[in-house]
Nanobody, 117 residues
């Protein structure tokens, strides 16, 4: 079964940047759309970025809350999907996970992002 391992989280000041990584145990990115999700205590997991790769090129989708600040990308050779997060806000603080879109794989442990002065 495919395993997902997220990394790159940490403490950052408002306005700062972080780059998250998610590595899969085997190549799945050519088969599925990939996505980043985030979750805060007591709330539903929220979709924050989607990447679908077509022969004509990649397609990315973002909700209004992160559009223009977050960028999803992938390195198929490394079985890794990234989330570049810029201009971070306190409300971006959460545990971030990657998965397919829709989510079909076992969830990894996620990586925690803390946004605080």
């Amino acid at each position: 079964q495919v395993q997902l391992v997220e990394s790159g989280g940490g403490l950052v000041q408002p306005g700062g940047s972080l780059r998250l990584s998610c590595t899969a145990s085997r190549n799945i990115f050519s088969l599925y759309a990939m996505a980043w999700y985030r979750q805060t205590p007591g709330k539903e997991r929220e979709l924050v970025a989607t990447l679908a790769q077509f022969n004509s090129g990649p397609v990315t989708i973002y909700p209004d809350s992160v559009r223009g600040r977050f960028t999803i990308s992938a390195d198929n050779a490394k079985n890794t999907v990234y989330l570049q997060m810029d201009k971070l806000k306190p409300e971006d603080a959460a545990v971030y996970f990657c998965n397919t879109k829709p989510a079909t794989l076992p969830w990894g442990r996620g990586t925690e992002v803390i946004v605080s002065p």
